[in-house]
C-alpha cells in the first residue's frame, strides 16, 4: 500500500537546523511531484516547497525563501527538507505530499518545534 513517512522533527532552539525525509513507498515515486507542508495549530496548512518529477526547479513560499531546501533522491524513494536559521513562528506539523494530476498522497506529519 501507499506509504509517506516523515522523520527527523523534533525540539531545535531558534537559529538551529534540521533535516526532515519523507520516505515513501507503495507508488512510483520518481513520476510524482513532491511537497512538504505545514500546520501550527490555529492556522491554515501552507505549502512550503514543491520539487517535480524531474528535480529540475524548485519553488518556495517567501516564509521559507533562502532559509529551506528541498531535494530529492529518486533512488531511495525520498524526499528531503533541509531547514536553517530556524525561528518560533516555524513551529508546526510537516507533512510531505506526492502528487500527480488528480492523485495526491499524503504522510501523518512530524512535529517540529522551535523554541530555547
Known amino acids: 500500500q501507499v506509504q509517506l513517512v516523515e522523520s527527523g522533527g523534533g525540539l531545535v532552539q531558534p537559529g538551529g537546523s534540521l533535516r526532515l525525509s519523507c520516505a515513501a513507498s507503495?507508488?512510483?515515486?520518481?513520476?510524482?511531484?513532491m511537497s512538504w507542508f505545514r500546520q501550527a495549530p490555529g492556522k491554515a496548512r501552507e505549502l512550503l516547497a514543491h520539487?517535480?518529477?524531474?528535480?529540475?526547479?524548485?519553488n518556495y513560499a517567501d516564509s521559507v525563501k533562502g532559509r529551506f531546501a528541498i531535494s530529492r533522491d529518486n533512488a531511495k524513494n525520498t524526499v528531503n527538507l533541509q531547514m536553517s536559521s530556524l525561528k518560533p513562528k516555524d513551529t508546526a506539523v510537516y507533512s510531505c505530499?506526492?502528487?500527480?494530476?488528480?492523485?495526491?498522497?499524503w504522510g501523518q506529519g512530524t512535529q517540529v518545534t522551535v523554541s530555547s
Open positions: 507503495g507508488f512510483t515515486f520518481s513520476t510524482y511531484g
Open positions: 505530499r506526492a502528487v500527480r494530476g488528480s492523485s495526491s498522497y
Open positions: 520539487i517535480p518529477s524531474g528535480a529540475h526547479t524548485t
